[in-house]
């Protein structure tokens, strides 16, 4: 079946540090990809997504590439603020399951930016 | 953004009783989803709900576990009866459409449920 897989359980910066948080997946289908982040309370909620390869999304500074050769769309940006604490998850949503809209959910990286 | 409400926050129940998880989702949306989260784990598909049937359920959605939406009121999971493995937080989400495209599914905050 699908599969997410994020490298980083916990990410621990400073202000203006550069994050990269790894997102690998395996699909049997062409997936369109996502990044949602978890505020305490709170539930998931979309920061972008990408449907094709070498495709970028974008938001509040954050971005990712999907990149389907190496299965990957990895979350960076460059420099973070104590605001981005908080859960962030990769997804996938995969296409050739007919429209399927159900989500796989990597682990969750938990980031915590120190000011 | 779009809000999808839950109530409620939190329930405390004892093993064997039923429960019912309540979702308010967005107004113009059509495609209803409940996701399990057990502490520490990832977040997992449970079922997906449109137009008055499951659409598809994962293995987590045992016979103790049933979705409906009656006259387009709230979006309910019931569980009947509970076990201790349904401790967990409950996310609902819904969407607009599902076009043979993927559309952005929107969540509420959780449901706390822990099962005594």
């Known amino acids: 079946g699908d599969s997410v897989t994020q490298t980083e359980g916990q990410v621990a910066l400073s202000e203006e540090d550069f994050l990269t948080i790894h997102c690998n997946y395996s699909?049997?289908?062409?997936?369109?990809l996502f990044w949602y982040v978890q505020y305490p309370g709170e539930g998931p909620q979309l920061l972008f997504r990408?449907?094709?390869?070498?495709e970028k999304g974008s938001s509040r500074g954050f971005e990712a590439t999907y990149d389907k050769g190496t299965t990957s769309f990895h979350l960076r940006k460059a420099s973070v603020q104590e605001s981005d604490s908080a859960v962030y998850y990769c997804?996938?949503?995969?296409?050739?399951?007919?429209?399927?809209?159900?989500?796989?959910f990597g682990q969750g990286t938990v980031l915590s930016v120190i000011p | 953004g779009p809000k999808v409400l839950q109530i409620p926050s939190h329930q405390i129940i004892d093993m064997g009783q039923m429960v019912t998880l309540n979702c308010d989702p967005v107004?113009?949306?059509?495609?209803f989803y409940w996701y399990k989260q057990i502490l520490g784990q990832q977040m997992e598909f449970l079922v997906n709900?449109?137009?008055?049937?499951?659409?598809?359920k994962s293995k987590l959605f045992k016979d103790q576990f049933s979705v409906e939406r009656p006259d387009g009121s709230y979006f309910t999971l019931k569980i009947q009866p509970t076990a201790l493995e349904d401790s967990a937080v409950y996310f609902c989400?819904?969407?607009?459409?599902?076009?043979?495209?993927?559309?952005?599914?929107?969540f509420g905050p959780g449901t706390r449920l822990l099962v005594l």
């Open positions: 989400a819904s969407s607009r459409r599902d076009w043979g495209g993927v559309d952005t599914q929107y």
């Open positions: 699909a049997s289908g062409y997936p369109t």
């Open positions: 990408a449907s094709r390869d070498k």
């Open positions: 997804a996938l949503s995969d296409r050739a399951t007919g429209g399927n809209n159900k989500l796989t």
């Open positions: 107004s113009n949306h059509l495609y």
């Open positions: 709900f449109y137009n008055g049937k499951v659409m598809e």
